[in-house]
């Protein structure tokens, strides 16, 4: 029978320490995210204050109005037409609907929906019924869930059809419906002047048309290709999303945390800190250090939140020395790149940029996280200069980068409407057939000395956003 005894053992082990999660997490975190984290820990350690705030303007530093004392109105003399001192009242409101105007939010579709449907003269319960409808609906004006569900009584149930005909035929027409499909046919149906086939295109063949499967319906219908081309051009006045008109969807805006010029020939790489304050140390708390007679508590809360704000203070001076080491190493790297344009984008990887300026991997990888870098030819993500290699032919060599490659391929298809009214010869067949295959994309890549399989260009173009040589053949 085994016994049991205690046996002490030495390992070591990697702990993750608080100080060091959280150095940690600052080397990941993007501009506006940092500026949320000082501010927390600002609330938090007392011991920390703000030296310096450049991203505030005090209203005390303004000057003081032309001729007077610094006490009078600022605004005597503004350009603003909302503001008026001769008349204070008629200067209020004027402020006040300006500042309604400038919060205002943009009408939602539900919104536009429900102000048709209070003018409808339609009774109570069919009211009731449309405001659940019109609530169903997503961003397409589609449902959310099947209506049937949304109502119980069998009284409703029998009034459902009548008012779900009634929303299909608001402003805009085509909404609370199923799907695209169901949308099309509301559309064709209320159209004063409809194609007399496009129903049945879109009852029977609508996925053949979604695959762009034309020869198929052609075939079907038994109809000639002029004909269908007329469907198409009817459908394709039709709004198949209805409801995206009203999407409230706000524009995101990105904000560089570095910046790169060109300036005598040498790159300047800045740091945009404008949004970071400067931190220091609260010097009431270092005069507190030296002072005797204090019990133990207060004695450790002192020093416990020294401690943490000159961390804190190095922690981000770290940050930032990392984050323009990294972005130094990728300029070195990336040189033609920023002098010519993205398709000179060399193949890129973490660990280059690692073994250049003596850091692990991991530490590239989370400094370059959501960050993005402003240069002469647009913002890019930082992630975006990191690129695999893709082979070239003969004595080229993997001098490729995968990003590189696919500019080449966006500027091959974009100029492929010139070659076809310029260019002599067979070198421009695929483009005066409408557009390059991609096929004939590999050939003039090869003659680049850029071996890429079909299905990669394909795949590369696909992520590019750019349709098929038959799509674009079609537009």
């Not at 820990?41 to 703000?50: D, G, I, R, T, W």
């Not at 416990?304 to 990728?330: H, P, S, Y």
């Not at 690692?354 to 959501?370: P, Q, W």
């Not at 240069?375 to 032919?393: D, P």
Request: glycine share 8%.
């Amino acid at each position: 029978m085994q016994s049991q005894r205690p046996v002490l053992r030495q390992v070591q082990k990697l702990k993750m320490t608080p100080q060091l999660y959280q150095a940690v997490r600052l080397m990941a975190l993007p501009l506006q995210d940092l500026k949320t984290t000082i501010e927390e820990e600002l609330e938090k350690n007392p011991a920390l204050q703000v030296e310096e705030d450049r991203s505030t303007v005090s209203l005390d530093s303004l000057p003081a109005r032309e001729g007077g004392e610094g006490d009078g109105d600022w605004f005597d003399h503004s350009s603003d037409t909302g503001y008026s001192r001769a008349d204070a009242e008629a200067a209020s409101d004027a402020r006040r609907q300006f500042i309604e105007g400038a919060l205002s939010q943009p009408e939602s579709l539900q919104e536009h929906l429900l102000a048709q449907l209070v003018l409808q003269p339609i009774p109570e319960e069919w009211l009731r019924i449309g405001e659940l409808l019109i609530h169903n609906l997503d961003e397409n004006g589609f449902h959310q869930e099947p209506p049937e569900i949304l109502v119980s009584e069998d009284g409703e149930k029998e009034l459902l059809p009548k008012v779900l005909a009634l929303v299909q035929g608001f402003d805009p027409v085509g909404v609370c419906v199923k799907d695209v499909r169901e949308s099309l046919l509301v559309q064709i149906n209320l159209h004063p002047e409809p194609h007399p086939r496009a129903v049945e295109v879109v009852e029977r063949w609508f996925e053949q048309l979604e695959n762009q499967k034309l020869r198929e319906i052609e075939k079907g219908m038994r109809i000639s290709e002029a004909k269908l081309r007329e469907v198409i051009a009817f459908l394709r006045t039709l709004d198949p999303l209805p409801g995206r008109s009203f999407s409230r969807d706000v524009t995101g805006y990105v904000l560089p945390d570095v910046q790169v010029t060109l300036h005598e020939g040498e790159f300047v790489i800045i740091l945009n800190d404008e949004m970071i304050p400067v931190l220091g140390i609260n010097p009431i708390f270092e005069e507190m250090t030296r002072k005797k007679g204090k019990d133990t508590k207060t004695r450790q809360f002192i020093t416990q939140n020294l401690q943490d704000a000159r961390w804190f203070i190095r922690t981000i001076g770290q940050r930032n020395e990392t984050l323009l080491k990294v972005c130094r190493a990728i300029v070195d790297y990336q040189r033609e790149f920023f002098l010519k344009g993205p398709k000179y984008m060399r193949p890129l990887t973490l660990k280059d940029i690692a073994g250049e300026i003596g850091v692990h991997e991991a530490t590239v990888s989370r400094i370059t996280s959501s960050k993005y870098m402003q240069t002469e030819w647009g913002i890019f993500r930082l992630k975006h200069f990191f690129s695999n290699s893709v082979a070239g032919t003969g004595s080229a060599g993997p001098r490729f980068s995968k990003e590189g490659v696919k500019e080449v391929i966006r500027e091959i298809i974009g100029q492929e409407g010139a070659d076809a009214a310029g260019a002599p010869g067979a070198a421009v067949s695929g483009a005066r057939a409408g557009g390059l295959s991609d096929q004939r994309i590999v050939e003039i890549l090869a003659a680049r000395g850029i071996s890429l399989a079909r299905r990669t260009v394909a795949k590369y173009r696909g992520e590019l956003a750019i349709e098929s040589s038959y799509s674009r053949r079609r537009t």
